[in-house]
Structures are given as structure tokens and as C-alpha cells.
């Protein structure tokens, strides 16, 4: 079984900053990927931010140069620093994983956090 555990969400004004983690847990053998996704009210999950293989970042092009996504693999965690926030930032925040777990002779599979939410006010 694994988990996915997403931690520092919460409210800030615009201009502001927030760092989420999400760590990974459970019968876990390679994490070929982990990134972070939102669903603000009324719209699409959409992809904000993911780290392929440790080494290949995609950003959207809304948070790029204001969005850092980390990843430390001895910890199975990965982060993302947000720096000036904005209003339009405002939705909740799911952490995804690509992982190998049980044996490596089957694929990779999508696992999800339970969402963090993470408000900005103007």
C-alpha cells in the first residue's frame, strides 16, 4: 500500500509565499515521478508543476518563474516553494506520484494525496 501525505497549505495574502510537501509512504520500490496539481471551484484538476525521473520539470506556464518544484529522493518527498502568490492561485492542491510498488515487474501507477487548500486573498 502507499501513501501520499501533503502538508502546508493554508491562507496568505497576495505577494506571499507557501511551501507544500507531500511524502510518499508504503511498499514503494522507484517514484518515476512526482508533481502537483489544483482544482480551483468550478474548473479542471490541471497540472502545475511535475518533476519527471528527478531531472525533467514541467511548470504551467501561469506559475513559471514564481513556482520551484523540489524533490529530496531520500525522503520520498517533493515540494513546492510558491512565491508571489496571487488570488487567481487559490484552489486546492493535490500531490501525484508515478510509482513502482510490490515488484518491478509491473508498472508504474498514478497515486494521489488527499489535497491540501491553499487560499490567497488580494
Known amino acids: 500500500q502507499v501513501q501520499l501525505v501533503e502538508s502546508g497549505g493554508g491562507l496568505v495574502q497576495s505577494g506571499g509565499s507557501l511551501r507544500l510537501s507531500c511524502a510518499a509512504s508504503?511498499?514503494?520500490?522507484?517514484?518515476?515521478?512526482m508533481g502537483w496539481y489544483r482544482q480551483a471551484p468550478g474548473k479542471e484538476r490541471e497540472l502545475v508543476a511535475r518533476?519527471?525521473?528527478?531531472?525533467?520539470?514541467n511548470y504551467a506556464d501561469s506559475v513559471k518563474g514564481r513556482f520551484t518544484i523540489s524533490r529530496d529522493n531520500a525522503k520520498n518527498t517533493v515540494y513546492l516553494q510558491m512565491n508571489s502568490l496571487k488570488p487567481e492561485d487559490t484552489a486546492v492542491y493535490y500531490c501525484?506520484?508515478?510509482?513502482?510498488?510490490?515488484?518491478?515487474?509491473?508498472?508504474?501507477?498514478?497515486?494521489w494525496g488527499q489535497g491540501t487548500q491553499v487560499t490567497v486573498s488580494s
Open positions: 518533476l519527471i525521473s528527478g531531472r525533467s520539470t
Open positions: 508504503g511498499s514503494i520500490l522507484s517514484i518515476n515521478a
Open positions: 501525484n506520484a508515478a510509482i513502482v510498488s510490490g515488484s518491478y515487474l509491473r508498472p508504474s501507477r498514478d497515486y
